[in-house]
């Protein structure tokens, strides 16, 4: 099983009369979320807002979330992935052992509770956070919520989203699949794109020490990465632009400051569910915007000697090697 | 300046079929009566034919940028584009990255594309890949037939409020028409459910029909003047029996222009997947009978693909036949989106009737000016495997080879066997073209004429068309030699045509709370700025009076 069953926030926001957040911590994290997109928002459908929404909120401890919540179920650290999939199995009435609950934490009657809830909602939407994908288990944790949302929709409408932060990652991940077909992780060492998370990814490519130089854009790797990376990172040309001083413009050689993206910037942005959004700029910088360092940098390369070797033609491959 | 001497010319628009003749193209890229100078190509044994316009094809935008991220195993095993001096690097496949789409599409000789689904929400994220697709000229046509703040003007009655709303949308969007599909269906889908029939009331309405939707809807987009008619895909797609469904929309749509969207999908008779079989026989007679409707084929071959499209209820149940990767992402008030990996097998007694079906009605639909090529791609296959399907039409033998390793209950449930029409060069031209130009109304594409844009193509005559029409000897594009020998020579950015109909001057004022109230983005933030287009051609709109 693969793929996503999900929806723009403006469908939730009209629709959800139930909605989970599972390893998140939105009243802390995400504090606009509520009130701009789910449980306290009016609308057509939901005429009383609050009143006509159901929260449900799953994670190993009771964070400000719960408070909002209307069922807090407090799975057990590591129980993801076995919590959903009982869920699973219940929601199509498979037998599930007695014995296997305790486990996750929960009873019996909760999960009968819970699967009563989905079913009776019009409109479900499962949020997860990091709690879920960046714990034990990580993608396959992801995976088993996806599939437990797609199986969900033969029953009744259901979408999942993930709760993403960072700025504007989403974006990077759009453009990464409409120019090279992958979202991240991508070399093109052989002169085409190819995807290898774990191996072409930023990080593992920074530890085992393959690239020799480093061009880093709105981000800072040398506050999160661990320490090979980051020596790594010290000991290449390292170049950064920011708005900002980092730790990765502290450790780079050469640090270009640019303007603000959406406040001195313009451009655009891609919400995390995939809206494009255009960023109007309200004050003017005197540095230069990334793309125009990016374009400069461009236009110096092409008026020098063409970098790939060229025996005449250019070439097509019909299979890869 | 160019001249292109002595080739056998292929030009429908024109009424000119294989005379040899001499074009001149001037500086700006059109074709002209006299040059002097320039270069001359001696085309002589050759064929031209004016370049290919497709009329119905999914090449940028959230929906396939979704299908790209949902086949990482397709990319790894696919054509490679390697980075050159003038190229881009990118990969081809089922879902082929932005610049290679460019590439493909110029490589096999078509030099203009319809991006036939844009959400108008995502418009922006849709212009800036079409942006990033070199060479080929572009437009697109914009998703209403499940925008709720329409479907509730419609509900209530208010035509002339429903026309500025939709006169609004194409404009915010920068589109260059109207896309409907599964008129209601999609916005039931946003409850879990479908709209199978055209004179129900559609889930969340008391009154509104799809029938209803689909008459005002076209009727909408002729009294807009939009130069290119509604472009429908009808509800119930790829269900058995569905041609009922589709015949009756067919008449819902008299008095009106309409272009129906990936006809073989809806052209199904039988009461279940056990006993489907082609009615293209009777969906071919109403076109025969109606000369001014047009369609594309929509048709289908054998192999890896991945579908997708706005049709969110038919996604999920594909996802529940086949068990494979689902991807769905319903956009706010606006329409939703399928995707789900698909292979066509021709040891699958349905499959093998899809093919058969698509083919049919190029067949006997018999003016090439209504029916043309087009495989809803990515949906039906890849738009590089367009040869394949041109070498099927124009010969019956290879026709029958095909047949002959298909299962043989498929006879019974098939027309093509008594089909024995091939089609011509000049038949080709007008399907692949010259057609698809008129009914998408640019005058200047699919024609040699004098003044139109200088976009053609040209290959070396060969006995295998599929041959043929996959290796052009020269591709021109505005005047310029884009590919030749089937290397890439230049890769101008082409244009991209949009419409602005007239609307109401208070609609903006309409719109606003509506917005506010469903939408999750700030009403000055959803249009897309005209300066966002990369070389934006505002075409003119002719307004019912």
């Not at chain 1, 409109?123 to 288990?137: A, E, V, W």
């Not at chain 2, 990033?132 to 697109?140: R, Y």
């Not at chain 2, 209530?156 to 896309?179: F, N, Q």
């Not at chain 2, 939703?336 to 067949?363: D, F, H, K, M």
Request: neutral net charge; hydrophobic residues 40%; charged residues 25%.
């Amino acid at each position: 099983m693969g793929g996503k069953v999900t929806c723009t926030l403006g469908e939730v926001k009209q629709k959800a009369d139930f909605i989970v957040y599972w390893g998140g911590n939105p009243a802390e994290c995400h504090p606009r979320h509520f009130t701009k997109y789910t449980i306290m928002r009016k609308s057509k459908f939901l005429p009383n807002g609050r009143k006509d929404r159901t929260m449900v909120l799953v994670d190993i401890r009771e964070t400000k979330s719960a408070k909002a919540a209307d069922v807090f179920l407090q799975v057990r650290p590591g129980k993801d992935f076995e919590l959903l999939t009982i869920l699973r199995a219940l929601i199509k009435d498979q037998p599930v052992d007695n014995d296997r609950i305790p486990e996750t934490g929960l009873t019996r009657d909760v999960l009968d509770d819970l699967i009563r809830r989905m079913k009776a909602a019009k409109f479900g939407c499962m949020f997860f956070g990091m709690g879920l994908s960046m714990t034990c288990g990580k993608h396959m944790n992801s995976a088993a919520l996806l599939t437990l949302v797609a199986e969900l929709n033969a029953f009744t409408k259901f979408v999942a989203m993930p709760m993403r932060g960072h700025g504007n990652v989403t974006g990077a991940d759009v453009i990464m699949r409409w120019q090279t077909g992958y979202p991240f992780g991508i070399t093109f060492n052989r002169g085409y794109p190819r995807y290898n998370p774990g191996e072409f990814s930023t990080v593992d490519v920074l530890v085992r020490g393959d690239c020799d130089a480093a061009f880093i854009i709105g981000a800072d790797p040398g506050g999160t990465m661990p320490q090979p990376a980051i020596d790594h990172l010290k000991r290449i040309p390292t170049i950064v632009l920011d708005p900002h001083i980092t730790f990765t413009s502290r450790l780079a050689r050469v640090h270009i400051t640019t303007a603000p993206q959406g406040i001195a910037a313009p451009g655009t942005a891609y919400r995390m569910d995939e809206l494009p959004l255009p960023l109007k700029p309200a004050l003017k910088s005197p540095y230069p915007t990334d793309e125009d360092v990016v374009r400069r940098i461009n236009a110096a390369l092409d008026a020098k000697p063409f970098w790939l070797p060229e025996d005449g033609r250019p070439r097509m491959l019909t299979a890869q090697v | 300046m160019m001249r292109i001497t002595g080739g056998r010319v292929y030009d429908p628009a024109n009424g000119i079929d294989g005379a040899v003749k001499e074009l001149r193209i001037d500086d700006h890229g059109r074709f002209v009566d006299a040059i002097e100078g320039g270069r001359t190509i001696d085309a002589t044994g050759m064929i031209v034919f004016p370049g290919g316009v497709d009329v119905h094809t999914h090449v940028a935008g959230g929906a396939i940028n979704f299908a790209r991220a949902m086949t990482p195993e397709d990319h790894r095993r696919t054509q490679a584009f390697i980075r050159t001096k003038n190229r881009r690097s990118g990969l081809g496949g089922m879902a082929p990255t932005t610049f290679a789409t460019g590439y493909l599409y110029a490589g096999m000789g078509w030099t203009t594309v319809n991006e036939a689904a844009v959400p108008v929400l995502s418009a922006r994220h849709t212009h800036e890949e079409l942006g990033d697709i070199p060479i080929v000229d572009k437009s697109t046509l914009a998703l209403m037939a499940n925008n709720e703040i329409l479907l509730d003007q419609l509900e209530a009655g208010e035509y002339e409020r429903a026309r500025s709303v939709v006169a609004w949308y194409i404009w915010a969007a920068k589109a260059y028409g109207v896309k409907a599909v599964n008129p209601g269906g999609v916005a039931a889908w946003k409850w879990g459910h479908d709209a199978k029939q055209l004179t129900s009331p559609i889930s969340g309405y008391d009154t509104l029909t799809p029938g209803r939707i689909i008459t005002q809807l076209a009727r909408i987009c002729d009294d807009l003047g939009l130069p290119h008619p509604m472009h429908l895909h009808c509800n119930n797609l790829g269900a058995p029996g569905n041609i009922a469904t589709t015949l009756d929309t067919l008449r819902h749509l008299e008095g009106s222009r309409a272009h129906i969207a990936h006809s073989q999908y809806h052209a199904y008779g039988g009461d279940g997947w056990d006993s489907i079989r082609s009615a293209s026989r009777q969906l071919a007679d109403y076109f025969n009978a109606h000369p001014g409707l047009t369609t594309d084929a929509g048709a289908v071959l054998f192999g890896d693909t991945v579908t997708i499209t706005a049709d969110g209820p038919w996604q999920h149940l594909l996802y529940k036949l086949t068990g494979r990767k689902w991807g769905n992402l319903d956009v706010e008030n606006e329409t939703g989106c399928g995707i789900v990996p698909y292979t066509y097998r021709p040891s699958n007694l349905v499959n093998a009737v899809q093919w058969a079906t698509g083919l049919e009605l190029l067949l006997l639909i018999r003016d090439p000016f209504q029916a043309f090529l087009s495989t809803d791609h990515p949906n039906g296959g890849c738009f590089w495997r367009y040869p394949e399907i041109i070498k099927l039409l124009m010969c019956a033998d290879f026709r029958n080879e095909c047949m002959a390793k298909l299962p043989e209950a498929i006879r019974r449930r098939i027309v093509l066997p008594e089909i024995d029409r091939e089609y011509t060069l000049y038949e080709i031209a007008a399907s692949m073209s010259a057609g698809p130009a008129r009914a998408l109304g640019l005058s200047k594409k699919g024609n040699l004429g004098i003044g139109c844009d200088a976009d053609l193509v040209i290959y070396d005559a060969d006995d295998d068309a599929a041959r043929m029409f996959s290796r052009p000897r020269y591709v021109i594009k505005g005047g310029e030699i884009v590919i030749e020998d089937g290397e890439i020579r230049e890769t101008p950015q082409g244009r991209e045509f949009l419409v602005r109909p007239p609307c109401d001057p208070d609609i903006d004022a309409f719109m606003r709370p509506l917005f506010e109230d469903r939408y999750t983005m700030s009403f000055e933030n959803y249009p897309v700025e005209i300066e966002r287009i990369e070389h934006a051609d505002v075409r003119p709109c002719a307004p019912a009076p």
